[in-house]
């Protein structure tokens, strides 16, 4: 007979190692983890939160480059992917950071309909990621809540 | 013919003029006898109030008959005939009877009319007594009414200054005085000073000796005293050209002491010092003291002598009663100073025995180790010197140890040996420590998943790593599991502990539990209850080696020697908010104190010698971020004083580490940096003081 917090534990364990499998996190990830303890115990959620803040202005910011039509500043579009590609470099973010691969060299080429194709899937891909680790997190609470401990998955 | 008349013929003398004189007096007698009795009628009826009617008919009547005798006496002067006569003789009789009768009426009446006026007199005697004692009695009551109302008002006040101020003003009014003054004495008590007047606002410091005569004639009775207004104690204002001075009027006011207070003799026999009041009548009146008046003023004196008196008392009582709550409040302080004090001499005894007990448990137990081992003779001596200097301070406890390693450990591991030992050290200290008898089992073995574990910690060992398992038993005092998650914060103390030789967990478990957690490890302690012993376990991550010695520059050395880089200063310097974050985030995690900036000019201006590491993100493209490492070079011209400068960079391809080589950094790392990466590298540089790490 499994307890609430057992079952619990076991979808945590289980949903995790999926978004390693699926390739939406990678080691990066596993290393912010280790860098919580007692000390800083939201760590990972302050700076995945603060990667998703990045994004949407990132992203604001080479929509509107990408709106002057006839007019698009390459080389701002291309700074901003620089600084997504470190940010999710940074959190282990591994589809955003492929994306952002492929949207550089459509900077650097400065294809216009690439970049925009990029920029869209980035968009798709960071909303996505943020609603899995969201649920990662909502479990995460149910299982403090129902008094247990979060378990340490290793991948 | 010579008849004999009947008439008779008065004798015509030769004197006339006799005769005339006769006849004119007649007259005038037979007038006053008629006009008297109309008078008396007249005043009679005029006055409604006569109780002698009669008496006055009579005498009426007698008079009016002496008047009608008198008259008819005229007649007879001349020749008059026999009717006459007969006329004559009957009023004449009658006269007679009238007046005998009166006479006879008389005598009874008059000793009546005068007693009536004796009685009269006497009832006007009378009646002017009853005027005066009623004068007196009214005079009386209304001095008593004042004297009422006078000490009610005075009465109705504790405060001394109001009692004072208040006769002055009531005697003021109720006297009509023109000046009225009250002199203290000095606290010397060998002058009076004049403290309050009636009239004048500001009284003037003004001072008399009290051995003038005048005063000691006052204080010696009291009564009040005359006195004269030119006494300098009366000579309270200039005088403005009065002409007479109004009566003064002196008497004396005993102040009475708390310590005069005597329930027998009140309070002639023990006061000395008196207040001087001094009442002065208006100038140019002809008004002068009456008694009753001066009998007010003693009365009044009296009363003013009580109510000081209770004023004193009430000052007292109030001034004592400030005192002891000061006395309580100085009391309550020092009481609660003095806890304070124990308490903080309590917490620093105890955590300095502990502290220093647990080093020489370490001590002892080394020592002991020590002579275990081959030495010398000199090195034996030493050793046992020094284990004879510290035993006798510490608990000898006859405690034996066994020591159980499991088969399948691995012969040669690779991980941090100090902190090993020293969590050990620190885990079998308590058990000894906690342990009257009993033994104590030490066990190692390899850690595995389905091995009893707390549930949240999922062992998968890798090929390279496993995890050592090391179980402490004890046979001790044991630990109420409700106190096993404080074991490990920092000073926390639970009773059972704190009653064990004022030892209790202190820093050890804390940090030993981060220790553990550094090697990625576990620790709890399990006890079944206070009296059944205990428990400690811990669970590190090792590295398996093969070798007894490693060779080369390995990624993971053997013996990193400063895994601890607690309070190491270190900057990071990174564009990129979120890799910035996770970069610190990395150093704390590892104990550094570390400082972030997001730019290079910001860089140079917060950088300084405190700083051991400079972490600098180069990743930025087209923006040459190794100007900064020329500029630090720049600013710390000894080369012990700059802080170490490593790169981060997403390629760290050859081109790239011989740019940095030549703007002169230290070291190069690859971006994202791991835990263990950047442990290393730390440890590395920190000891060779550069490091390029091998692709």
Redo the contacts between chains.
């Keep these: 007979m499994d307890t609430l917090v057992?079952q619990l534990?076991r979808q945590f364990?289980d949903y995790t190692i999926s978004l390693y499998h699926q390739g939406f996190l990678d080691?990066?990830f596993t290393?912010?983890k280790?860098?919580q303890?007692e000390?800083?115990p939201d760590?990972v959620a302050?700076?995945v939160s603060?990667?998703f803040e990045?994004c949407e202005k990132l992203i604001g910011n080479m929509a509107r480059a990408l709106d002057q039509t006839g007019n698009v500043d390459f080389s701002l579009v291309?700074?901003s992917v620089?600084?997504l590609?470190?940010?999710s470099?940074?959190?282990?973010a591994k589809r955003v950071k492929g994306l952002c691969v492929t949207f550089k060299e459509c900077c650097d080429s400065q294809s216009f309909e690439g970049c925009v194709r990029c920029l869209q899937q980035v968009d798709i891909e960071y909303k996505s990621l943020k609603a899995k680790l969201q649920d990662l997190f909502n479990l995460e609470q149910q299982i403090v809540q129902a008094g247990?401990?979060?378990?340490?998955?290793?991948i | 013919m010579m008849e004999v008349c009947n008439c008779i013929e008065p004798q015509w003398p030769a004197d006339e003029l006799l005769m005339k004189y006769q006849y004119i007096s007649d007259f005038f007698i037979a007038v006053a006898y008629f006009s008297i009795p109309l008078e008396l009628i007249y005043f009679v009826k005029k006055s409604a109030v006569f109780p002698y009617r009669w008496v006055l008919v009579q005498f009426g009547a007698f008079i009016v008959l002496c008047g009608a005798t008198h008259l008819i006496n005229l007649w007879t002067f001349t020749t008059h005939s026999r009717t006459v006569a007969l006329v004559m003789t009957t009023a004449k009789v009658l006269t007679a009877v009238v007046s005998c009768a009166t006479a006879l009426m008389l005598v009874h009446i008059i000793p009546d009319l005068l007693s009536v006026k004796t009685r009269e007199l006497f009832l006007k005697n009378k009646a002017a007594e009853l005027d005066r004692e009623m004068g007196l009695i009214r005079t009386q009551e209304e001095t008593g009414r004042h004297v009422r109302m006078l000490t009610h008002e005075i009465r109705s006040t504790l405060d001394r200054h109001t009692i004072l101020k208040t006769t002055l003003v009531e005697l003021g009014r109720t006297l009509a005085l023109e000046e009225c003054a009250l002199w203290m004495p000095t606290r010397t008590g060998l002058e009076l000073q004049l403290s309050y007047t009636l009239r004048q606002q500001h009284p003037v410091e003004y001072t008399v000796p009290i051995q003038l005569p005048v005063i000691n004639q006052v204080f010696v009775t009291s009564r009040a005293v005359k006195i004269s207004p030119n006494s300098p104690v009366a000579r309270l204002r200039p005088v403005s050209g009065k002409y007479l001075l109004g009566e003064v009027v002196a008497v004396r006011v005993p102040l009475l002491h708390l310590s005069n207070f005597q329930i027998n003799d009140w309070p002639e026999l023990s006061t000395k010092r008196y207040a001087l009041m001094v009442l002065m009548l208006p100038s140019d009146s002809a008004r002068q003291w009456h008694v009753h008046e001066l009998e007010l003023v003693e009365v009044v004196a009296d009363q003013v002598a009580v109510a000081l008196s209770h004023a004193a008392i009430l000052e007292e009582s109030m001034r004592a009663r400030d005192l002891l709550m000061e006395q309580n409040v100085a009391l309550d302080i020092a009481r609660r100073e003095a806890e304070t004090a124990i308490r903080a001499r309590n917490d620093f005894l105890a955590v300095m025995n502990h502290e220093m007990r647990t080093p020489m448990h370490a001590i002892i137990a080394l020592s002991s180790l020590l002579q275990e081992t081959e030495l010398t003779p000199e090195q034996r001596l030493m050793v046992e010197t020094v284990l004879n200097l510290i035993k006798p301070i510490a608990v000898v406890k006859k405690l034996p140890i066994t020591l159980n390693l499991a088969p399948d450990l691995p012969e040669f591991v690779v991980g941090d040996e100090k902190r090993l030992m020293q969590i050990i050290l620190n885990i079998v200290g308590n058990a000894v420590k906690f342990s009257k008898q009993g033994s104590i089992s030490v066990t190692a073995l390899v850690t595995k998943s389905d091995n009893r574990a707390p549930p949240d910690f999922f062992v998968v060992p890798t090929g390279s790593h496993f995890y050592l398992r090391v179980k402490v038993k004890d046979l001790g005092a044991g630990i109420n599991p409700q106190d096993i998650p404080k074991l490990f914060t920092k000073f926390a103390q639970t009773q059972s502990l704190a009653t064990r030789s004022s030892g209790g967990s202190g820093l050890g478990l804390a940090i030993s539990k981060r220790f553990v957690n550094l090697m990625e490890g576990n620790i709890w302690i399990e006890s079944e209850g206070v009296g059944k012993g205990c428990t400690a376990i811990f669970d590190v991550k090792l590295g398996i080696s093969n070798e007894s010695k490693q060779s080369g520059i390995p990624k993971v050395p053997a013996n990193p020697q400063h895994v601890n880089f607690a309070g190491l200063k270190v900057l990071v310097m990174d564009e990129n908010g979120v890799s910035r974050m996770v970069t610190k985030g990395l150093l704390v995690h590892l104990g550094c104190e570390v400082a972030t900036v997001s730019s290079s000019e910001e860089c140079l201006r917060v950088v300084s010698h405190e700083h051991r590491v400079v972490f600098m993100d180069v990743c930025t493209p087209g923006v040459e971020n190794y100007q900064i490492a020329l500029r630090i070079h720049e600013k710390f011209t000894k080369r012990h004083q700059r802080p170490l400068l490593v790169a981060l960079t997403g390629n760290t391809d050859k081109s790239t580490k011989e740019r940095c080589m030549s703007f002169g950094l230290d070291g190069v790392l690859l971006k994202p940096v791991s835990l263990d990466n950047m442990r290393n590298v730390l440890s590395d540089l920190l000891e060779h003081r550069v490091l390029y790490e091998a692709m």
Aim: hydrophobic share 30%; charged share 30%; with cysteine.
């Design positions: 057992a534990q364990r080691d990066q290393e912010l280790k860098l303890d000390c800083s760590f302050e700076v603060l990667f990045d291309g700074s620089h600084q590609k470190g940010s470099s940074s959190v282990g247990g401990r979060i378990p340490q998955v290793d």
